[in-house]
């Protein structure tokens, strides 16, 4: 059973930080590029931060550069997205997914165009006072 379950969502003030869990079972995540995305109520789905198989290429959002970092763990099969001076705009359901990537698509393409093989059902991050 191929899942992805992330963790780590809840309410937090302006300038706090969360550390969302992306962990994996039922395949190995290293093999996967990993992409964090999230939606806003009465929005569309946007990518927030990507990382390639090996953790070397990242990418992030303009609207998060410098406050979020995304990073790997694969001896616990896990993603993480590290996120710091959170913004009321931050609002939203954060989803994990992992996509093996076409060669020469780059995680930046994953980010923009929403790639994905497997999906979380998501965690909610509400930032508020």
């Known amino acids: 059973q191929l899942q992805l379950v992330e963790s780590g969502g809840g309410l937090v003030q302006p300038g706090g930080s969360l550390r969302l869990s992306c962990a994996a079972s039922g395949f190995t995540i290293s093999a996967y590029a990993t992409g964090w995305f999230r939606q806003a109520p009465g929005k569309e789905r946007e990518g927030v931060s990507c990382?390639?198989?090996?953790?070397?290429?990242?990418n992030y959002a303009d609207s998060v550069k410098g406050r979020f970092t995304v990073s790997r763990d694969r001896a616990k099969n896990t993603v993480y997205l590290q996120m710091n001076s959170l913004k009321p705009e931050d609002t939203a359901v954060y989803y994990c997914?992992?996509?093996?990537?076409?060669?020469?698509?780059?995680?930046?393409?994953?980010?923009?165009?929403?790639?994905?093989?497997?999906w979380g059902q998501g965690t909610q991050v509400t930032v508020s006072s």
């Open positions: 990382i390639s198989s090996t953790g070397f290429t990242t």
């Open positions: 997914a992992a996509a093996l990537l076409a060669r020469g698509t780059t995680v930046q393409a994953m980010c923009d165009s929403l790639l994905g093989d497997y």
